[in-house]
């Protein structure tokens, strides 16, 4: 018997001396025990090592953060993939609190005006709680790769303080242009058409269902009833007094294309004579002095011409002197405010007459800004 209990003693002093007892320590934050396998070369190992399997070894994990809010997103990039230039997209992020506390979402910043974020701001999520983040995008006009960012500004103790959202995109016209920009010649000898080539760069058979321009100063020549990878088109018609109010513009082709519905051709009148440049600053007047500056006159068809007469609408500016130059004309005026005046801001207007040519009499806004003055 009594040999009996000397072995139960040395059995329970051995399980004793291979597991020994550990107690738990408070803390403000909770740890845990991690068991982590190392990869150790056995030449690194201590001798007594070499022979036997990998290490364990018992490390403590971070602590985990109990006292604050964390944002996450469902993703962090949409990609738009190919599209169009001047083409308007939606898309749509879910930012989500898996934190354990509250947090506030307290503002947004984008990378490009192009691309607008829309939430409420401030907005307070609680764990658990979830909220839509709309973005806007709008292509831009040149053809290439592009990537804007919206970024998320949490208040502390939110986790993380900043988080950034990005949409992407290809930018490539579908159905471009030849000319791409449509010059227009305004003078008597000028070409009776112009033709535009429409042409799909994705290989899509489209029909031209109609079209709108800017002024209505262009009337355009096509079948409608063609459906082609490419088109022509005639413009047949110039409205020159309609064009003068409108010279710059765009001609908007409805399409049928697969992917696209309007296709934009900008436009530009250019008139046969221009002044340069086409409004007058006069910087730092002081009353009752004279300021000088100078102005050009040009062909834009490099034609022989004559100036006529020149005059002011107010009398602010005057004339001091015009001299003929390889291109134009050089004309050479002042600007002098009144000396009693107690204005700060002048307005003329130089009109200016070209002979023969009566129609293309060119108008330049004058404008003077007085010195300012020093507060006692």
Excluded: W
């Excluded at 006009?141 to 502390?156: E, W």
């Amino acid at each position: 018997m009594i040999r009996i209990l000397v072995r139960i003693f040395i059995i329970l002093t051995t399980v004793a001396l291979i597991f020994p007892f550990s107690g738990c320590h408070g803390t403000d934050a909770t740890y845990s025990e991690t068991t982590v396998v190392t990869d150790e070369p056995a030449a690194n190992r201590p001798a007594q090592d070499q022979t036997q399997a990998p290490r364990l070894q018992t490390v403590k994990a971070a602590p985990r953060r109990s006292d604050a809010g964390h944002l996450t997103v469902d993703r962090k990039m949409i990609d738009f993939g190919l599209v169009e230039p001047l083409a308007d997209f939606n898309g749509k992020f879910t930012l989500t609190n898996d934190g354990n506390e509250d947090l506030i979402i307290a503002s947004l910043t984008e990378s490009c005006q192009c691309t607008v974020g829309k939430i409420k701001v401030p907005t307070t999520l609680k764990p658990g709680e979830s909220i839509p983040l709309e973005v806007k995008f709008k292509t831009p006009a040149a053809a290439g790769p592009v990537l804007h960012n919206v970024t998320v500004h949490s208040k502390p103790p939110a986790q993380p303080e900043k988080l950034t959202v990005s949409v992407t995109a290809l930018v490539k016209k579908l159905v471009q242009t030849q000319p791409e920009l449509l010059e227009l010649e305004m003078r008597r000898d000028a070409p009776g058409e112009y033709q535009v080539v429409v042409e799909s760069t994705d290989q899509q058979s489209f029909t031209i269902g109609g079209y709108t321009v800017s002024g209505g100063a262009l009337q355009l020549t096509y079948d409608k009833k063609v459906k082609s990878t490419k088109h022509t088109l005639t413009v047949s018609k110039m409205d020159f007094e309609r064009l003068r109010l409108t010279p710059i513009g765009y001609l908007n082709l409805k399409v049928n294309h697969p992917k696209i519905s309007d296709v934009i051709l900008r436009f530009r009148a250019i008139f046969p004579f221009s002044a340069f440049p086409p409004t007058g600053r006069f910087y730092n007047l002081v009353p009752g002095q004279s300021q000088v500056a100078a102005i050009r006159v040009v062909s834009n068809f490099r034609e022989d011409f004559q100036l006529g007469e020149i005059h002011t609408e107010k009398g602010l500016v005057k004339i001091k002197s015009t001299a003929k130059t390889t291109d134009g004309y050089r004309i050479t005026v002042e600007m002098t405010p009144p000396a009693d005046t107690k204005k700060v801001i002048f307005r003329d207007q130089l009109t200016i007459e070209i002979k023969d040519h009566p129609q293309e009499t060119l108008t330049v806004g004058c404008y003077g800004y007085l010195k300012p003055t020093k507060l006692p």
